[in-house]
């Protein structure tokens, strides 16, 4: 008889049970969704939703054009949409960056895909959340800012004029946008980090970028299998160099010179309890994936634009020319020279708007958020975006015109960001100007040039690019 009742128990009333106790679970979800007011737009298909749609337009670099306006046309400047398997808000407009941006840690924490944490490492601060992601901000930002950088202006200037005549100089023709790639490679190296670049690490770090963005992979001969045997070199590479550094400083024995530099910095901060070696090593490989890409598309663009506009060109000669003249024969730029280049950066501004490096980036909600009458469900993820306040006439008059003065006048916070906001705003941002406005002093004052595809389009991989590398036609100019 008992064995019966335990029959009966497990056979019928367990599975009732469960049965109960699920569809309850549906319907209190329902009645959830039916209090909470989801912002509108399409889920596309189950579970790759519109995955396809967004990639497709990414790829030839239409995705503002292609996916997001025709969707803030139908639905507003906020819509939901399913992309990379999870259900995603995408929102667009100065209010909504500066909300998504400045509750950051708050709200919402960066989410970043499965391949780029892999490679670029749990300990960088991109993974990091508030008190630890801002004292090992900190640190990395005492050499990225102002400050740290005034120092710099006399070694980058030093080190571009030599990268010029090392590796243009007798040629003439130069892809410009690898070649800012190279020379942004070897700043963030030498002049920020203080580390020699050995021959074939930029090869070395390239194969992994490549992968950072990748499917996640792990089959040999895939991009994202290629990129993580380049990461675990790279990993091996700068231990040594930590290692190096910390007998050096241990015994005494660090040059003076090197002592300011941001990896010695790193080091010291290491032997006294504060950062651990992965965190180190973590963090160089995240700046170098930051800086590379970002900066020389910022740079390609900013040519682009002066070869087309001449009257904005013959500004920032003259400009240059007048700075020049001050200077005695192969004097350095210092920090007030670059305050004269007041023309220039709204050039390389305005550059950077019509053509953001960084198209957003993605935060997942760690709470329910009410916005804007909208719930944004706890674990969905949401875009800010660039293009939706870059192109938006409500902050920028003629949004598709190319006017570098337009910066003369103040704007709304947050309708300008191609640097992004809040606790994560780039931390290279002072690094990224030195490069652009040291890099154009020394092209347009020493060189002729002009682009060889004046139509040369733009590619998204995912980051943008010119896609035949923007080759230039280069001659010494005889002053
Ligand atoms: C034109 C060049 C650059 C552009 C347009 C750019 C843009 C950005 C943007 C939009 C973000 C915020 C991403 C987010 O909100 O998720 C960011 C973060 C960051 N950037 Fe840059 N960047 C540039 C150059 C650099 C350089 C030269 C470095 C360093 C050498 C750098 C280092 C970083 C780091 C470490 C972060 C992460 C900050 C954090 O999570 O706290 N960037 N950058």
Redesign the pocket.
């Known amino acids: 008889m008992p064995i019966d009742i335990f029959y009966f128990l497990s056979c019928v009333l367990f599975p009732l049970f469960v049965l109960f106790f699920f569809n309850f679970l549906r319907h209190k979800q329902q009645s959830n969704n039916h209090k909470r007011k989801l912002p509108p737009g399409e889920m596309g298909f189950p579970f790759i939703g519109e995955t396809m749609k967004f990639f497709d337009a990414q790829r030839r670099n239409k995705l503002y054009e292609e996916f997001v306006h025709p969707r803030i046309t139908k639905h507003g400047k906020i819509f939901k949409t399913r992309i990379i398997g999870s259900p995603t808000v995408i929102v667009n407009g100065a209010e909504a960056n500066k909300f998504l941006?400045s509750n950051e840690f708050k709200l919402v924490k960066?989410s970043w895909p499965a391949s780029s944490v892999h490679l670029m490492g749990k300990d960088?601060?991109?993974e990091k959340d508030g008190e630890r992601?801002r004292s090992l901000?900190g640190v990395?930002a005492t050499s990225?800012g102002y400050a740290g950088l005034e120092r710099l202006v006399p070694k980058l200037c030093n080190f571009v004029q030599l990268y010029l005549s090392k590796n243009w100089r007798g040629r003439d023709e130069i892809s410009l946008y690898r070649s800012t790639k190279v020379l942004?490679f070897n700043i963030?190296f030498e002049c920020?980090l203080g580390i020699n670049v050995e021959p074939g690490m930029v090869d070395t770090f390239e194969r992994v970028l490549e992968g950072v963005f990748s499917m996640g992979i792990r089959f040999p001969g895939s991009k994202f299998w290629r990129a993580m045997k380049a990461r675990e070199e790279i990993g091996k590479m700068i231990m040594k160099v930590v290692r190096e550094k910390r007998k050096e400083i241990e015994e005494g024995k660090l040059k003076r010179v090197e002592d300011r530099m941001l990896m010695s910095k790193l080091v010291y901060g290491m032997i006294q309890g504060e950062i651990t070696e992965k965190e180190i090593i973590d963090?160089v490989v995240?700046?170098?994936f930051?800086?590379h890409d970002?900066?020389s598309?910022?740079v390609a663009m900013t040519f682009k634009m002066l070869a087309q506009h001449h009257d904005c060109y013959g500004k920032v000669l003259q400009e240059h020319v007048d700075i020049m003249r001050n200077k005695r024969c192969g004097e350095s730029l210092n920090v007030d020279d670059i305050k004269k280049m007041k023309y220039t950066w709204q050039v390389a501004r305005e550059s950077?708007r019509l053509f953001?490096?960084?198209f957003g980036?993605?935060?997942k909600a760690i709470t329910d958020i009410e916005y804007e009458g909208f719930t944004i469900p706890k674990g969905w993820k949401m875009l800010?975006t660039?293009y939706g306040t870059h192109y938006n006439e409500e902050y920028f008059k003629d949004p598709m015109s190319f006017n570098p003065s337009r910066f003369e006048e103040g704007m709304p916070q947050y309708a300008y960001?191609?640097?992004?906001?809040?606790?994560?705003?780039?931390?290279?941002?002072q690094?990224?100007k030195l490069?652009?406005l040291i890099l154009v002093h020394y092209v347009v004052t020493q060189y002729d040039w002009f682009l060889i595809d004046p139509n040369e389009t733009v590619s998204m991989d995912p980051l943008p690019f010119p896609s035949l590398g923007m080759p230039i036609r280069i001659s010494p100019k005889h002053v």
């Open positions: 941006l960066s960088s601060i991109m992601h901000r990395i990225l942004t963030v920020l963090n995240l700046l170098v930051a800086a970002t900066t598309f910022a950077m953001p490096p960084i980036s993605f935060r800010w660039t960001v191609p640097f992004g906001g809040g606790p994560r705003v780039c931390v290279g941002y690094l990224a490069n652009i």
